[in-house]
Structure formats: structure tokens, C-alpha cells
């Protein structure tokens, strides 16, 4: 009997030239397929490509599927477990008891309430933007210090500090160093958050790190979640501004439309988390043999869940490559699903939704400064995808 499941040899590294914002073809052909292909994994074990959105769904929703970084099989080599505090890595009970006390810090509410400050930060980097003049590299003076001071105000970093993280951040999530230069910048980081716990537990102040002094939380377990707290609530957020501009600026009629009506300012933001998905793929792997659409995963395999194909499932969501602002059939899994559900995505949302309309509103004849497929893009390799500068215009 020959085997009809579609195989996927390696997952892709480049996007097609002119399509910077769609998955990688052979993801989408993949899909195509089925919701599932075969799979081998860089170290060559044989694993599981999930690139349907119900199928990635019930994976993220089902505990037999385990997020331990140390049962992740996908290569002959052990993988360690993940440092304490890193609570992506781990499974509940050890997941919960991480998250559990951080819940309360980042609620629907108590985002909404930072919505001001968002909004006085954001005038303070439009306003140093139109000081400068055109041309500005979007990134550089919009994307990135949103998230950047916000974060490092919530976890109580010291503001002189900002630069020193956001460079060690670009370089361990960016996708372009060297072995020797990753583990550099992941060593300083880590000695910086050590430095940063030891001094709010010797003085509190008012932010998030204080408040966890008052937990059995040990400093190594607060650095580690501080790790989590600061890549992820920078690193993130800032592709999002800086590639979601990028795809309004080369969907001008969806620009002109979010420009018009401020109240679709809501679905803009959850449109473009669908269409963009710049955090790609994540893993799990089986603790026991699991059917999943219509294939057996054995225990101990790991799957490869795509969350960019699953956004654009056609299945899920009609005419799935378009940018839809106007889209109304939500539930994109831009910030993943079940227990692993992205802590920080209130706060996207409202970095998100305060940002972009100010920029349009500040700039009404922004453009891009380059050809778009000069734009510079993170590569495939990167854990986030994103831009890394984004040369922008205006008429003064």
C-alpha cells in the first residue's frame, strides 16, 4: 500500500521575492496537501509537520502533547531541560506555578489601564521622528522603543539600561549570529537579570519583578521568568508595528480604509496578527501515540505546528492571503492557544492599537524611502519574523 501523507524534507528558509509577508511556499503547499505531512527533523529524527489551523489547535489544547524542552526528540543528541523560570519550555504543574502569580499583572484591564502611557511614549517617538525629518528607518525610532520602554517599565529596568537589552535581544532572536556570539549575548543577558533580581530584592520598587519578592520564587526562577518577560514582550511587539506598517504601506487600499474609519481600528489589529504571524513555529511532542488527523504520532515524536499556514487556512478563514480589515471571523493563533497562551497579548493589543493610528494620523503621506524588495527582512531562521529596518518618508 503506498503512503499518501505528504512529506516536508526540511522546513523552508527564504520567502518567495515580492511575497515577504506570505509563508514560505513550500509551507503553503504543504497545506495544500493536508494538515499534516511528514517530516524529518534537522537532526534527522523522523517528526510531524502540522500546517492546518483545527489541527494546530487541538495539538496546542491537548495535554498528551508535552511543550518540555528536554522530550524534545529531534535529533541523536540529549536536549537539557529549560533554566528555571523559563515556563514556555515546561508543562503544568511546573508551568503553572510560574504563570500563576504573573496572571494578575497582565489582565484585560490593567493593560487597558497603561493605554496613556503607551500613548505619551508613542508621541514622544513621533514627535523626536518629525524633529529629524524624513527619511527614518521605522524600526529604529518607532518599532522597537514602544515595546521596549514599556516592557522595561513594567519589570522596573532602569531606563539608561534599555539600549545595552534591546541590542542582546536583536542578537539571540535574530537569526543572523554566530554560535559564539549568540551564547555571548544570551551569558550577558543572563547576568544582567541576575544583577536586576538581586538588587529589587534587596530594594522593591513598584513593578512587576518587585512584586514577585513576595513569592517562593527563588533569583534564579525570577531570572528566568524576567528572561521570558523582556524577549517576549520587546521583541515580538516590535516586528508587529514595524512589519505591520510595512504591510498596510503595501496595501493601500486597506491603509486608506483604516485611515478613514478609526473604529475599525480593533480588527485592523487582529487582522494583521492573522496575516503576519511573526512568531512561525513552535514544537510538542507526544507523551503517548496520539491520532491526529488520520496518522498515528507515536510517543516520544515531535511536531512541528505552523502557526503562519494554520492563519491561513482557507478552511478556516476565506480568502485567507488577503488583509482584510474588515475581517470579523476572529480566533487567529497569533498568540498560540490552551495553557501556552501568549501571557503579554493584552499588552500587544494596546501597544498595537495605540501606535498605528497615531503614525497614520502624524504622518498622513507616509511612504516607503526604498522598493519594497529592497526592505530589509529578518530571516526564515529567526524566531520572530519581522523587518530589520523599515526606511520610511513624508512630505514636510
Request: net charge negative; hydrophobic share 40%.
Amino acid at each position: 500500500m503506498t503512503d499518501s501523507v505528504h512529506t516536508v524534507s526540511a522546513l523552508p528558509t527564504a520567502r518567495r521575492s515580492g511575497c515577504p509577508f506570505a509563508p514560505p511556499a513550500e509551507l503553503l503547499e504543504a497545506r495544500e496537501h493536508g494538515p499534516i505531512s511528514r517530516y524529518t527533523h534537522v537532526g534527522g529524527r523522523p517528526g510531524w509537520l502540522v500546517t492546518g489551523y483545527d489541527l494546530v489547535r487541538s495539538v496546542l489544547a491537548d495535554p498528551r502533547f508535552s511543550s518540555r524542552k528536554e522530550l524534545l526528540n529531534v535529533g541523536d543528541f540529549e536536549v537539557p531541560p529549560a533554566p528555571p523560570g523559563e515556563f514556555l519550555l515546561m508543562d503544568d504543574p511546573e508551568h503553572r506555578r510560574y504563570r500563576k502569580p504573573l496572571m494578575g499583572k497582565f489582565t484585560v484591564r490593567r493593560m487597558r489601564q497603561l493605554t496613556e502611557r503607551v500613548g505619551q511614549i508613542t508621541g514622544d517617538c513621533l514627535d523626536a521622528m518629525e524633529k529629524a525629518g524624513p527619511p527614518a528607518d521605522l524600526v529604529a525610532v518607532f518599532a522597537k522603543p514602544i515595546p521596549s520602554i514599556i516592557i522595561c517599565e513594567l519589570l522596573g529596568v532602569p531606563y539608561e539600561d534599555r539600549g545595552s537589552f534591546q541590542e542582546q535581544i536583536d542578537t539571540f532572536l535574530g537569526g543572523e549570529t554566530s554560535d559564539e556570539d549568540l551564547i555571548a549575548a544570551y551569558t550577558a543577558t543572563q547576568q544582567y537579570l541576575a544583577e536586576l533580581v538581586a538588587a529589587k530584592r534587596a530594594r522593591p520598587t513598584d513593578d512587576v519583578l518587585s512584586d514577585l519578592m513576595d513569592t517562593d520564587l527563588s533569583d534564579e526562577e525570577l531570572k528566568g521568568i524576567a528572561l521570558i518577560l523582556l524577549a517576549a514582550g520587546f521583541d515580538t511587539t516590535a516586528n508587529m508595528l514595524a512589519l505591520g506598517t510595512f504591510a498596510l504601506l503595501r496595501n493601500p487600499d486597506q491603509l486608506a480604509l483604516l485611515r478613514s474609519d478609526p473604529t475599525l481600528t480593533d480588527s485592523a489589529v487582529e487582522e494583521l496578527l492573522r496575516y503576519l504571524s511573526v512568531a512561525k513555529t513552535f514544537m510538542r511532542t507526544a507523551l503517548v501515540d496520539v491520532e491526529l488527523g488520520g496518522q498515528t504520532i507515536a510517543a516520544g515524536t515531535t511536531v512541528v505546528l505552523s502557526y503562519n499556514t494554520a492563519n491561513r487556512d482557507p478552511e478556516r478563514f476565506a480568502d485567507p492571503h488577503a488583509l482584510d480589515l474588515r475581517r470579523q471571523n476572529g480566533g487567529h493563533l497569533a498568540f498560540g492557544h490552551g495553557i501556552h497562551q501568549c501571557l503579554g497579548q493584552q499588552l500587544a493589543r494596546v501597544e498595537m492599537r495605540v501606535a498605528l493610528p497615531a503614525l497614520l494620523d502624524r504622518f498622513p503621506t507616509l511612504r516607503l524611502a526604498v522598493p519594497a524588495d529592497d526592505v530589509a527582512l529578518r530571516p526564515e531562521s529567526a524566531d520572530i519574523y519581522g523587518v530589520k529596518s523599515l526606511p520610511v518618508a513624508w512630505d514636510v
